[in-house]
């Protein structure tokens, strides 16, 4: 019997050009156990409780970990970052509304809404900088701009749904915009102001606080879900609208990515700007719109963070390709590691070396 070499012989490998998000698999896991055993009655409760105290701690880790020095540093790129924040908040939400126009041909109301509040959240930080660094791109600029835009956001995105999705439409109300102050804005005031005692540890035990991070994330994610199941909302849901919300978000993401790089050289932003401005200005951070949803959205958040999930995973494939093929471009090789994924508080992590030096 021929002898095999099992050293040499080649093992299956997941092309690089499809990065997999290990979070996204664990999303996908979390969903179907909200779907076979989700929270009902007393436990509901508790899970409830338990998803509001994670969203909390969720923004005062990223209040602790944002420093103030970085930010005010940062904003001498000023011009850079207005136009990642106009992506971010303006052009992005004008789109949704131009979207709206599906509905009902195209798109249910109730996927419309989530689409639309896709559309209101902020850029991500991490992936942003990983994909900035593939591209041979500005990476201190991509670090401040996902910063000002996780930041603005804080703000920015309660305020916009209040006036674009309304309180009859996914059950945005005046109590939800304080829910928002209080879960989100003053744990992350309170970070802020204890950053100077509680930095130190957090940036000791960055990798295991990251675990926090998601696993607080997987919480809202496993109550949200699990109150749909229980009022059953995804019977509302078929696999033909779930391609159609598909085919939008594609074209969503095209056009952001278009729009990003020729506006940014029509504004006369040079080449490594401009890669910084496309990857930040045409994302949406998964992990900053899952609380905010729970926040906004109550027993409908399930399908309102539908959107933003596939969405997620979308940017990170196509960006990968993009990334490497700015680099390529350049003339020079892309980084050999992978895009990273998109867990918000450990995102605004401290720059690599040299990159406060490049500000």
């Not at 419309?112 to 201190?140: D, E, H, K, W």
């Not at 992350?188 to 295991?208: C, K, N, P």
């Not at 675990?211 to 997987?218: E, Q």
């Not at 933003?308 to 390529?328: D, P």
Request: hydrophobic fraction near 55%; charge should be positive; charged fraction near 10%.
């Amino acid at each position: 019997m021929e002898h095999i070499d099992r050293r040499r012989t080649p093992r299956p490998r997941i092309p690089s050009w499809l990065p997999v998000d290990p979070f996204i698999l664990a999303l996908l896991a979390t969903v179907a156990l909200a779907a076979v055993l989700p929270a009902t009655g007393r436990s509901a409760e508790v899970a409830d409780g338990a998803s509001t105290g994670a969203v909390a701690v969720l923004f005062f880790l990223y209040g602790a970990r944002l420093s103030t020095r970085e930010v005010v540093e940062g904003l001498r790129h000023w011009r850079l970052h207005l136009t990642v924040l106009a992506c971010t908040f303006m052009v992005f939400p004008l789109l949704g509304l131009a979207a709206g126009g599906l509905v009902p041909s195209v798109l249910t109301p109730q996927l419309y809404s989530g689409l639309l509040f896709l559309c209101l959240v902020p850029s991500t930080i991490q992936s942003s900088i990983a994909f900035t660094s593939m591209a041979r791109g500005n990476v201190p600029a991509a670090i401040c701009a996902g910063s000002f835009s996780s930041l603005a956001g804080i703000v920015l995105t309660p305020v916009l749904a209040a006036l674009l999705i309304g309180g009859d439409t996914a059950g945005f109300s005046a109590d939800s915009l304080a829910g928002i102050v209080v879960q989100l804005l003053l744990p992350f005031l309170a970070g802020q102001a204890l950053r100077r005692w509680v930095g130190g540890f957090l940036t000791r035990h960055r990798r295991l606080l990251g675990f926090v991070d998601r696993g607080s994330i997987l919480l809202v994610v496993y109550t949200a879900f699990g109150e749909g199941m229980v009022a059953g909302i995804w019977h509302r849901v078929t696999p033909a609208a779930l391609a159609a919300l598909l085919a939008v978000e594609a074209v969503l993401l095209a056009t952001m990515l278009t729009l990003s790089w020729y506006g940014a050289k029509r504004l006369g932003f040079g080449r490594a700007d401009r890669i910084a401005i496309q990857f930040a200005g045409s994302k949406k951070s998964l992990a900053a719109g899952l609380p905010m949803a729970s926040v906004l959205f109550g027993s409908g958040a399930s399908l309102a963070v539908l959107p933003l999930m596939l969405f997620h995973q979308m940017q990170l494939m196509v960006c990968a390709v993009l990334a490497k093929r700015r680099a390529s471009t350049f003339g020079a090789p892309p980084p050999a590691a992978g895009p990273v994924p998109d867990p918000l508080p450990r995102e605004s992590a401290a720059p690599p070396a040299g990159a406060r030096a490049a500000l």
